[in-house]
């Protein structure tokens, strides 16, 4: 029998994020954009704050003096491993807040106005099918979640290859009637007194895509793209797995692809593509104005349809002579340590020498 208890809350913020969750993005009756609220969550534990601006201040933007309430804390049951926000797609609509748990879980949240509390719209669960691990039973990465900027769709990725695709409810009729009730977004009163609570945003059915059956494999990291008509997304996966001792014969094996995700007919044609990328490249970052940062140890670069270009952070990113073959003298007339030793410092920018080696205890 497992037996949990918890001494102290989580101090330490993992993921953050900020979301109108808790009322719309409408003008307030004195003209003034209401601000977001602050997401955070610390491993196990969901906190949501609220911007207090003073009164004195007529200028939103400028937040000098303002203060962080904390609305609620929700304890979860679980690590969540990846967070995204589901934005609203009008200026009535409520965004929703997506989590991710291991190995293949995912929660949709909204705000319960009645209740002051948080409710879950939506329990997503991939775990099911055995097919989609492939044979493994570990994984090092766990559930990615992501979110079209314009509110169309969500996208989980998990088990390396698997993509689960969630495409938004289209909920315009309902919208339209609590705007000509409810202007400035503050709740209409509905029967005996009651506040009726806004719309929030939310998911429908999900459909899993293989991706390997694509071409892509390996996949590290993805993003929803901006300025597309249609929800694209970028995926950064490896080409052909490599590690620091193979980098003399592949070194560059990172490739980014860009999907068109059409959630109504199940069509994800690919409409873009870059090859080349270091080998460790690890996260993208998506531009508002188009495009996304690939970002690697030693450089940053920015890929867009039918345009790249880099920037250079330090000087282990340029390239180096390849160094030559080592060959081991089979006479034994050189210790292999010393030969190898001697090797490395013929080629520093490519071969780093272990520190203090010991040529004597080491053959």
């Known amino acids: 029998?497992?037996?949990?208890?918890?001494?102290?809350?989580?101090?330490?913020?993992?993921?953050?994020?900020?979301?109108?969750?808790?009322?719309v993005p409408r003008q307030a009756r004195d003209s003034t954009k209401s601000l977001p609220d602050l997401i955070i969550v610390r491993s196990n534990l969901l906190q949501i704050y609220k911007v207090r601006v003073p009164y004195d201040k007529t200028d939103a933007a400028s937040l000098a003096g303002s203060k962080l309430e904390q609305i609620v804390s929700f304890p979860l049951a679980g690590l969540v491993e990846s967070m995204a926000v589901l934005r609203g797609r009008s200026s009535s609509q409520k965004d929703a807040l997506l989590l991710t748990f291991r190995d293949a879980k995912l929660s949709v949240l909204d705000w319960d106005d009645n209740a002051h509390t948080i409710h879950?719209?939506?329990?997503?669960?991939?775990?099911?099918?055995?097919?989609?691990?492939?044979?493994?039973?570990?994984?090092?990465?766990?559930?990615?979640?992501?979110?079209?900027?314009?509110?169309?769709?969500?996208?989980?990725?998990?088990?390396?290859?698997?993509?689960?695709?969630?495409?938004?409810m289209e909920t315009e009729g309902l919208e339209l009637d609590l705007m000509m009730d409810d202007p400035y977004g503050e709740g209409v009163e509905g029967p005996g007194?009651?506040?009726?609570?806004?719309?929030?945003?939310?998911?429908?059915?999900?459909?899993?895509?293989?991706?390997?059956?694509?071409?892509?494999?390996k996949v590290r990291d993805i993003v929803f793209l901006h300025k597309y008509n249609?929800?694209?997304l970028l995926i950064l996966h490896e080409v052909h797995p490599t590690w620091p001792a193979r980098y003399r014969d592949a070194k560059d094996t990172m490739a980014l692809a860009a999907l068109s995700v059409n959630v109504v007919?199940?069509?994800?044609?690919?409409?873009w593509e870059a090859s080349g990328l270091p080998s460790d490249t690890f996260r993208l970052i998506p531009v508002p104005t188009g495009g996304a940062l690939a970002l690697s140890q030693n450089m940053i670069m920015y890929h867009t349809q039918g345009a790249s270009s880099g920037l250079v952070v330090n000087s282990h990113a340029m390239p180096g002579k390849v160094p030559e073959k080592l060959e081991i003298d089979v006479e034994g007339v050189v210790l292999p340590a010393q030969l190898a030793a001697e090797h490395a410092a013929k080629y520093p920018d490519n071969v780093h020498p272990v520190a203090n080696y010991n040529h004597d205890e080491a053959f």
Do not use: W
């Not at 669960?125 to 969500?154: H, I, N, W």
């Open 1 to 23: 029998m497992a037996l949990y208890y918890e001494r102290h809350p989580p101090t330490g913020a993992t993921l953050c994020s900020s979301s109108y969750f808790t009322h």
């Open 193 to 217: 007194g009651a506040s009726t609570e806004l719309v929030s945003a939310t998911v429908g059915n999900s459909y899993v895509v293989n991706l390997a059956k694509m071409g892509v494999k």
């Open 230 to 232: 249609e929800p694209v």
């Open 120 to 168: 879950t719209s939506s329990l997503h669960y991939f775990e099911g099918d055995p097919s989609l691990r492939m044979g493994r039973t570990v994984f090092p990465m766990g559930p990615k979640v992501v979110t079209d900027p314009q509110g169309r769709c969500a996208a989980v990725l998990m088990f390396h290859t698997q993509l689960a695709l969630l495409p938004a």
């Open 265 to 271: 007919h199940k069509r994800h044609p690919r409409i």
